[in-house]
């Protein structure tokens, strides 16, 4: 697929678009808009993913370290935590599986509170030289949301933090392999999987709000590849449709 064809994917769909594609065995790229900093939506939990592991490498952070749930931590949408009782016991494991694979709002703000706030999450994202995807603001944070506070991220940065978890390049070989087997697990698959019903392993994380859809992988077929889809101030259904059909089209392209 070319610029061009790319482009022809996504006439007539409204809004901030970006798409970034890397076949990550020839090196090819495809970019559309991928360096425009976009509303995050739940891709800012694969940020907060890479922090909670260089934290736990650093050993300020451990994986079986308790934490017991309040009521007043409990967010609504997705995730399992919110129906949970008061006083249960969570790990950090618990916790960043959760943030991933159910997508638990619940469990990514405590991680963002563990982690020491968006401060220390934004000062990492700058000491490995990430500009765009920065955590401004715990998730439902309505206060904040109300005075233009917002989470973001980029196609660009998120692409390259993929390829390094693939290369084994982002806090080591065994972390990298971990946050990927993590990502494959994420049982939210109604975008980039969805022509694929498990035919190949994908390593991924959407995102969703009003007006917002994005997913962000890697697609492991013969020659793996690495795509970016995220779309603010758009129609949803019709994004979703076309992030379906671009992701089988190159996993044809490339088996």
């Known amino acids: 697929m070319d610029k061009k064809s790319l482009e022809e994917y996504l006439e007539g769909i409204p809004g901030k678009l970006s798409v970034y594609y890397k076949n990550l065995s020839t090196g090819e790229v495809l970019d559309y808009h991928g360096g425009l900093p976009l509303m995050a939506a739940s891709v800012i939990k694969i940020p907060v993913l890479v922090e909670t592991f260089r934290q736990i490498q650093a050993g300020s952070l451990k994986r079986d370290q308790l934490y017991v749930l ?5 967010m609504p949408s997705c995730g399992c935590l919110n129906r949970m009782h008061a006083g249960m016991n969570l790990t950090v494991q ?11 709002n619940t469990a990514t703000n405590i991680l963002i509170r563990l982690l020491g706030g968006t401060e220390e999450l934004n000062g990492s994202l700058a000491e490995m030289g990430y500009k765009t995807c920065r955590v401004n603001r715990l998730l439902f944070d309505s206060e904040a949301s109300d005075k233009g506070i917002e989470n973001y991220v980029s196609g660009i940065e998120i692409a390259d933090m993929l390829e390094k978890m693939y290369r084994g390049e982002l806090i080591g070989r065994r972390y990298s392999q971990e946050m990927l087997d993590i990502l494959k697990a994420q049982r939210l698959k109604n975008k980039i999987p969805f022509y694929f019903q498990g035919c190949v392993p994908i390593a991924h994380k959407t995102g969703e709000d ?27 259904p019709r994004f979703n449709r076309l992030i379906q059909k671009l992701a089988w089209s190159l996993y044809r392209e490339n088996c």
């Open 70 to 74: 309040k009521e007043e931590d409990k």
């Open 210 to 236: 009003d007006g917002i859809t994005h997913d962000v992988g890697i697609v492991f077929g013969s020659r793996p590849f690495i795509l970016c889809c995220m779309g603010n101030e758009t129609d949803c």
């Open 94 to 104: 618990d916790l960043y599986n959760l943030m991933i694979i159910l997508s638990d």
